[in-house]
């Protein structure tokens, strides 16, 4: 009894540094075990993991906006946040615009998603979307730094609690999404908002309605619009939805910031 106590933390802690080496481009362990099963267990730490990227982020915000114009200390941190995750979440955003864009059947959008080549879709994705969070992080002004870390944790929440709504499609076997896509366990939904949802306790009341608003009617219009496109997600699927709805909360948050 003593002895399996003593190995939780262990495989916890394996467990977090076996998302973060997934999700990240941070370096973990090299001895940290690998499975299927194992990274299937691993995704109860994807919003933890967000949180210390977003925590990342925000460090580089405020040491570089000590030196230089904030705006360009902002553009140098959503950079950082492309080389920590090795544009993880931006070539799920730039794929899924390409496939669901240009394709008409099921087999040809996933086929499309497949191609490592970015077209006109996924392009004007990209820059639109990185754009508009430069934007709106610059106007946040101070309170850019608090909503990078948040909303890093919350969209990446959001966007794997998809996984529990709707089947995994894909086109072959050599999906490189497919580790994550199968056997989530529902109590790993538990532990993904169990470290993200109590941190709203520190902004005001208001603004945390209005982001878990957000979050519910992002989560609900990715579910009917990939139900209809795909009948169900790839990873560049849950790449995508974690970059709509990171956009849609910081919009959400500069809404609100205005306003008082």
């Not at 977003?54 to 946040?81: K, R, Y």
Request: proline share 4%; glycine share 6%; charged share 10%.
């Amino acid at each position: 009894m003593i002895s399996h106590v003593l190995k939780w933390p262990v495989k916890q802690w394996q467990l977090f540094c076996l998302a973060l080496s997934f999700f990240s481009r941070i370096p973990v362990p090299a001895s940290t075990p690998y499975s299927p099963e194992l990274l299937n267990q691993s995704s109860r730490y994807l919003s933890l993991v967000g949180l210390l990227l977003g925590a990342l982020q925000a460090l580089v915000l405020v040491t570089t906006a000590q030196l230089l114009p904030f705006s360009i200390a902002v553009l140098l941190a959503l950079m950082a946040g492309l080389v920590l995750t090795g544009a993880f979440h931006e070539d799920g955003l730039a794929d899924t615009a390409d496939g669901l864009g240009g394709g008409l059947s099921l087999e040809r959008k996933l086929e499309i998603m497949k191609d490592s080549r970015v077209g006109t879709y996924g392009l004007v994705a990209l820059l639109s979307v990185f754009l508009i969070k430069w934007q709106s992080l610059q106007a946040l002004e101070t309170e850019a730094i608090w909503a990078l870390v948040l909303v890093a944790g919350l969209s990446r929440a959001t966007a794997v609690s998809v996984t529990f709504v709707l089947p995994y499609q894909q086109l072959d076997s050599l999906s490189k999404t497919k580790p994550i896509a199968t056997s989530l366990q529902k109590r790993a939904l538990l532990w993904i908002w169990l470290f993200v949802v109590p941190l709203l306790y520190f902004v005001p009341l208001s603004l945390a309605l209005s982001l878990l608003a957000t979050l519910a009617l992002s989560f609900t219009l990715l579910f009917f619009y990939y139900r209809s496109q795909l009948q169900g997600y790839t990873g560049d699927l849950l790449g995508a939805a974690q970059q709509v709805t990171e956009l849609g909360l910081y919009l959400v948050w500069l809404i609100w910031w205005r306003q008082q």
